[in-house]
């Protein structure tokens, strides 16, 4: 079973500041992982995948990249609706199974 | 824009059978992975099981011997079942649908707060 490891598990930033989030598995994964946003009270939503493809609507200041074990999501200036918890996911081929880090919440500073 | 509208119960007793219902409306049923997706109060994200159009499943191994997933093509619809909850089973529950290959989450409903309590 892979496990996925986030860090820190709450980050205080500053708007305007950047932000980075780093996700950590416990064997390859090459660069089949995907980063979520959750704001408070609302659905997760999927911000990018394959590591470092954003998805459709993403603004350019979010950005993802690694591949095996070691991963990173940075926010490149903090805007206010940043504010979230993040999620990383990874999809195991064999057996079938999605797993998600435990999240690291961005908070304002 | 495809929309996940799911019910269910929100409370359950101890022992007893959860059960959910998920319908998707506005895109295509056939051709996605669809799962079931919870998060206890003030925690994180566990992915509980898997269905196809074609009701071929697959289940969180910390869940498998609890959980029966199926599909409805008739309606469009998927449903969970969980036996035997807990309070630990208190949580948000969400029907998503996967990104076309079906490695991510790409599509939410709105979720259902479950809670366990006698």
């Known amino acids: 079973e892979i496990v996925m490891t986030q860090s820190p598990a709450t980050l205080s930033v500053s708007p305007g500041e950047r932000a980075t989030l780093s996700c950590r598995a416990s064997?390859?994964?090459?660069?089949?992982l995907a980063w979520y946003q959750q704001r408070p009270g609302q659905t997760p939503r999927l911000l990018i995948f394959?590591?470092?493809t954003r998805a459709t609507g993403i603004p350019a200041r979010f950005s993802g990249s690694g591949s095996g074990t070691d991963f990173t999501l940075t926010i490149s200036s903090l805007q206010s609706e940043d504010f979230a918890v993040y999620y990383c996911?990874?999809?195991?081929?064999?057996?079938?199974?999605?797993?998600f880090g435990q999240g690291t919440k961005v908070e304002i500073k | 824009q495809v929309q996940l509208q799911q019910w269910g119960a929100g409370l359950w007793k101890p022992s007893e059978t959860l059960s959910l219902t998920c319908a998707v409306y506005?895109?295509?049923?056939?051709?996605?992975?669809w799962s079931w997706i919870r998060q206890p109060p003030g925690k994180g994200l566990e992915w509980i099981g898997q269905?196809?159009?074609?009701?071929?499943?697959n289940y969180n191994p910390s869940l498998k011997t609890r959980v029966t997933m199926s599909v409805d093509t008739s309606k469009n619809q998927i449903s969970l079942n969980l036996t035997s909850v807990t309070a630990a089973d208190t949580a948000v529950y969400y029907c998503?649908?996967?990104?076309?290959?079906?490695?991510?989450?790409?599509?939410w409903g709105q979720g259902t707060l479950v809670t366990v309590s006698s």
């Open positions: 998503v649908r996967h990104s076309r290959g079906g490695e991510y989450f790409q599509d």
């Open positions: 996911q990874h999809y195991n081929n064999w057996p079938p199974t999605w797993t």
């Open positions: 394959d590591a470092s």
């Open positions: 269905i196809n159009h074609s009701g071929s499943t």
């Open positions: 506005g895109g295509p049923f056939s051709g996605y992975y």
């Open positions: 064997q390859s994964v090459g660069s089949n």
